[in-house]
C-alpha cells in the first residue's frame, strides 16, 4: 500500500534560517503529494500541493519540488519566522481510483527559536 | 464562517457508553472522510464516503461506525468507548474522489476523552 516516510520528528532552528523538511514516499501509481501545516490546537492546513514531475510549487514563502526518480517531495523555507512553529505533515493521494484516501506522515514538529 | 461544521468540540465520556460525533459541510464536496489524531499516530485515516457510500474502511474495530443520512453529513458513532479512544477525531471533505490532486479540507475537531 501507499506510505509516507517524514524522517525528522523535531526540528528547532533559530529565526531567519533556511529549513528543509523531508519527505519521501512510496506508490505504485501516479503520485500526488501536499503539505498540510498545523498550528496547536488548530485544524491541519493545506500549505502546498505538487505541481508535475520536477517543478517547484510555491505558498507562503514555503516551497516544494516533486521528483519522481526520488520519490520526494521536500519542504524548504530560505527565512524561517516565529510564526512557523508549528506541525507539518506531508500527505499522499495516489491515481487509484477507488482508493479514496490521503496517507499521512508522521509529522514533523518545527519549533522556531528568536 | 467554518465550511465543515464538527460538533461537539469537546466531549468527555465514561468507559463503556457511546457517543456521536456530528459532522456536516457546506461546501457542495461528494467526498468526506474521517482522521483520528493521538499522541500515539498523527494523523489516522478511518473512513472515506464518496456520494453517501463507503468508499474505504482502515477502521479494525466495529465500534466505529460512520453514518451518512444527507450528502453533508458523515456523522460517526462510536460505542462502548475505551480511554484509548480518547483522541481528536477530524472530519474532512472533498469536491469528488478520484481527482487526486484535490487536497481535503478539515475541520476543526472534535476532542474526544474518555475516562
Known amino acids: 500500500g501507499d506510505s509516507v516516510t517524514q524522517t525528522e520528528g523535531l526540528v528547532t532552528l533559530t529565526k531567519g534560517l533556511p529549513v528543509m523538511l523531508n519527505c519521501t514516499y512510496q506508490t505504485t501509481y501516479s503520485p500526488f503529494l501536499f503539505w498540510y501545516v498545523q498550528h496547536l490546537n488548530e485544524a491541519p492546513k493545506l500549505l502546498l500541493k505538487?505541481?508535475?514531475?520536477?517543478k517547484r510549487t510555491e505558498h507562503q514563502g514555503f516551497y516544494a519540488t516533486l521528483h519522481k526518480s526520488s520519490s520526494s517531495f521536500h519542504l524548504q523555507k530560505s527565512s524561517v519566522q516565529l510564526s512557523d512553529s508549528a506541525l507539518y505533515f506531508c500527505?499522499?493521494?495516489?491515481?487509484?481510483?477507488?482508493?479514496?484516501?490521503?496517507?499521512f506522515g508522521a509529522g514533523t514538529k518545527l519549533t522556531i527559536k528568536p | 464562517d467554518p465550511k465543515i461544521i464538527q460538533k461537539p468540540k469537546y466531549l468527555v465520556a465514561v468507559t463503556g457508553s457511546e457517543k456521536i460525533l456530528i459532522c456536516e459541510q457546506y461546501l457542495g464536496h461528494n467526498a468526506m472522510y474521517w482522521y483520528r489524531q493521538s499522541a500515539k499516530k498523527p494523523l489516522e485515516f478511518m473512513f472515506s464516503?464518496?456520494?453517501?457510500?463507503?468508499?474505504d474502511n482502515q477502521t479494525a474495530s466495529s465500534r466505529f461506525q460512520p453514518q451518512s443520512s444527507k450528502k453533508n453529513h458523515l456523522d460517526l458513532q462510536i460505542t462502548a468507548l475505551k480511554p484509548d479512544d480518547s483522541a481528536t477525531y477530524f472530519c474532512?471533505?472533498?469536491?469528488?474522489?478520484?481527482?487526486?490532486?484535490?487536497?481535503?479540507?478539515f475541520g476543526e475537531g472534535t476532542r474526544l476523552s474518555v475516562l
Open positions: 464516503y464518496s456520494y453517501q457510500k463507503l468508499m
Open positions: 474532512a471533505s472533498s469536491q469528488d474522489p478520484g481527482f487526486n490532486n484535490q487536497a481535503p479540507l
Open positions: 505538487s505541481s508535475t514531475d520536477n
Open positions: 500527505a499522499l493521494s495516489s491515481a487509484n481510483y477507488g482508493n479514496e484516501k490521503i496517507t
